[in-house]
């Protein structure tokens, strides 16, 4: 299983961006897929879920600002960013977990940078 992040950068407030994760090495159509962040200095948090039927969940802070969606002939799942704050600043992890991998196991990305700032 491989996991390849892309589309980091640095953006001023209010700006978007759009995060690419490219995946291989398992059968990327019937996974649910998610993005992580972590702040610096802070605990790694799940920011968004897509599962294989395409619903979506996210957490509180970027509802309404974030939307993940998923590619499935490309292998490839989004994270559009939208309205970005200094907050929104963190290293971007996505990650799977295969239902057909066992024992059981979290697969990551290699992370992507954003930094929100004036």
């Known amino acids: 299983v491989q996991l390849q992040a892309s589309g980091g950068g640095s953006v001023q407030p209010g700006g978007s961006l759009r995060l690419s994760c490219a995946a291989s090495?398992?059968?990327?159509?019937?996974?649910?897929m998610r993005w992580y962040r972590q702040p610096p200095g802070k605990q790694r948090e799940l920011v968004a879920t897509?599962?294989?039927?395409?619903?979506?969940i996210y957490a509180d802070s970027v509802k309404g600002r974030f939307t993940i969606s998923r590619d499935n002939a490309k292998k490839t799942v989004y994270l559009q960013m939208n309205s970005l704050k200094p907050e929104d600043t963190a290293v971007y992890y996505c990650?799977?977990?295969?239902?057909?991998?066992?024992?059981?196991?979290?697969?990551w990305g290699q992370g992507t940078l954003v930094t929100v700032s004036s």
């Open positions: 990650n799977t977990r295969p239902n057909e991998v066992r024992p059981r196991t979290d697969f």
């Open positions: 090495g398992f059968i990327f159509s019937i996974n649910a």
């Open positions: 897509i599962t294989s039927s395409g619903s979506t």
